[in-house]
């Protein structure tokens, strides 16, 4: 008779498994205006907390004298943040006049 064998988990006892969250977002072109507001404010703030990181990130780096091809392209990665972040402030902006107009 064979021996049955159990073959255990590579992460070992005890291991969480993450499980992703999945969001649901309406298609901007079905958004009302204060939606779409609301949903440009929320990207633009992850962005800029998401620029933020990486700068930390990239300062922490930097201050150990440690640069990498991956510096690079965080540094890269900064300036079209900074584009997007300008970017999306200028939709604000208009969307924002377009609420006071009549």
Do not use: C
């Not at 969250?21 to 939606?35: A, G, H, L, Q």
């Not at 633009?44 to 640069?67: C, F, P, S």
């Amino acid at each position: 008779m064979a021996r049955a064998t159990r073959r255990s988990s590579s992460h070992g006892p005890g291991r969480n498994h993450a499980q992703a969250t999945v969001f649901y977002r309406k298609p901007f072109d079905m958004m009302t205006p204060e939606e779409g507001q609301r949903w440009l404010e929320g990207l633009r703030d992850q962005l800029v907390r998401k620029q933020q990181r990486e700068r930390a990130y990239l300062d922490r780096r930097a201050a150990r004298g440690t640069h990498t091809p991956t510096d690079d392209a965080y540094e890269a990665d900064q300036i079209l943040e900074s584009e997007l972040i300008s970017l999306l402030d200028r939709l604000l902006e208009e969307a924002r006049k377009g609420e006071h107009e009549p």
